[in-house]
Structure formats: C-alpha cells, structure tokens
C-alpha cells in the first residue's frame, strides 16, 4: 500500500526498524563567543522515498534555545539518499560553564513522534568574557567635573534656574494593523501585513517551530527584529523591553499551557509588534496582535 503523497508504505508495514542512520562529529568546538556548528549527515535506509523531520535533542544541561537546524528542517529523502543537516549553537551568557551534549535526530512525517537519534555529540561551554573595566572613562569624567564645578558656581551665583517645565506624557503612536492566526509548526509570519507561508519570503518576521508539545518562537528578516518577553500586551511594555543594545535575537520558547506575551521590533521600520500566544490548542498557537507605527 502507498500513501497518497507518493512516498511508499505507511502504517504497521513501514514499521521494520529504524527508518533513519544518524553520523557525524562527536564533539564540536564553542569560539570566545560561545558560538560554534556541526555537520550531520541522516540516510535513508527504509527502501522507500520518504520526507524526515530534522530535530535537535538537548543532552542534560543544555537548552533547547541554544541550537538551530540551519534551513529546512524537514527533508525530503530518496531511496537510500542522505541529506546533509547543519546545527548552529549559541550558548547564552548567563548559561553556566561546563561541559554539555546534544545529538541530532530524525523522525518520519507520518510518525513525528517516533525519533531516530544519532550519537552524542559533546561540547564545552567556555567561561563567559570578562569585561575590562574602562577607567578612561572615570579620568574624563574627573576632569569634566573639575572644569564644570568652577564654572557652575559663577553661573549660578549670576544666574537662577528656569522653572522646571510641566513634562507631557510621550503619546502613544497609533496602532497600524491588529489580527489574529493560528501558529502552527514551520510557519512564517510577517506582522504588519498579516499574512503566513511556510517558506520564508521578503517581508517576513517571525517563526514558529513546535515539537513534543512545546514550541519555539525565532526572529528573521532585516536586522534581525528585536524581540522579547514582556508582562503585558502594551506598546509602553514593549518599547521598553526593545530598547537594548544588543540586537543577537535569542529563541523564545512557548508553553504550551500559559499565554506568552511576545514583543518584536521591527528594526527596519519604525513599529512595534506585540504577540499574544497561546496556551496550545490541538492545532498549535493561538496567536493574536497589534502592530503601532510611529509617523
């Protein structure tokens, strides 16, 4: 019996052992960033054309926010072809150091909860890059303040203060567009057109990946986006949580039994997205949202 997407047997008769053989690198290197890669290769040994879902597993002390399937993650596979699958990691600094594990797995799109693991694969966590204090800045501001309190006191002895001015409340820019999808796995989603794909397209700016019950929320497009969990669905909350330096967009991970709240900045235009998510539903994510813009 073939299935109707064409790939061969499905059911009880596809059932003759692991469907997949997982090989590569034992162990991998992280740089003084806590950044490093891996080259996986998964093979097709069930006899039958087949599309393979490609997962990392996280070994203990790991998370899973730290590593990426770089492209695709689903795949699909020849009789006896392979397919070449490449994990980027990012270790956060707030992870400890030590040693740690993960290892690359595969599952068929028919039994996505049937995963084929392949070997461990170990990495060290460095010690996070301590930061040289910067006393260049203490002199400067030493003399600054030398020279600023000898003329200060001449200018206020021939000068008083204007009364301080009433401060106005920043108004809130006005929102641009509000909707609300139905994330479900591998979907693309660009906010201030509202509209979804599955394969990312110009224009884009979120992604979702959900596997064993949880999922994930990541960033694409130009910039990348900000992006960042807040307490509430505001504008105010979310201009704020954005306002950081440090734009190397970190995963959010998504629970399937609470409501998360997610903010993304759009760095390549002047808006402001906030995501209300979940809990899970049978489908995955309910998402709704609001988008402001500032003329």
């Given amino acids: 019996m073939s299935g109707g997407d064409g790939f061969g047997p499905v059911g009880p008769e596809a059932a003759q052992g692991p469907p997949f053989a997982v090989a590569g690198p034992s162990t991998v290197s992280l740089d003084s960033t806590r950044s490093g890669s891996g080259s996986f290769t998964v093979s097709n040994v069930t006899g039958r054309p087949v599309r393979a879902r490609m997962l990392v597993l996280p070994g203990a002390g790991a998370d899973a926010s730290w590593f990426q399937v770089v492209g695709e993650s689903e795949r699909a596979l020849p009789v006896a072809g392979s397919a070449t699958v490449d994990v980027a990691l990012k270790v956060p600094e707030q992870a400890p150091a030590g040693p740690s594990s993960f290892a690359v797995g595969a599952a068929l799109e028919e039994a996505p909860d049937q995963v084929v693991s392949g070997p461990t694969v170990t990495f060290q966590v460095p010690a996070p890059t301590k930061r040289r204090f910067p006393w260049w800045i203490v002199i400067v501001a030493a003399v600054a303040l030398l020279l600023l309190v000898g ?14 001015p009433t401060e106005t409340a920043a108004e809130e820019p006005p929102v641009f567009l509000s909707d609300l999808f139905l994330a479900t796995p591998n979907m693309y989603f660009d906010l201030d057109e509202s509209r979804s794909t599955t394969t990312p397209t110009d224009g884009v700016d979120v992604y979702f990946y959900q596997g064993g ?45 609470r409501e998360t709240f997610v903010c993304v900045k759009l760095t390549d235009q002047q808006r402001w997205s906030v995501m209300s998510i979940g809990p899970i539903t049978g489908d995955g994510f309910p998402v709704s949202f609001t988008t402001w813009e500032r003329g």
């Fill in 213 to 257: 019950g949880s999922g994930e929320l990541g960033v694409v497009g130009q910039g990348p986006p900000r992006l960042a969990v807040v307490d509430e669905p505001t504008f105010a909350a979310c201009e704020a949580a954005t306002a950081y330096d440090d734009i190397d967009a970190q995963n959010i991970t998504l629970l399937p039994d």
């Fill in 151 to 164: 003329g200060g006191i001449l200018i206020w002895n021939l000068t008083r203060p204007d009364p301080t």
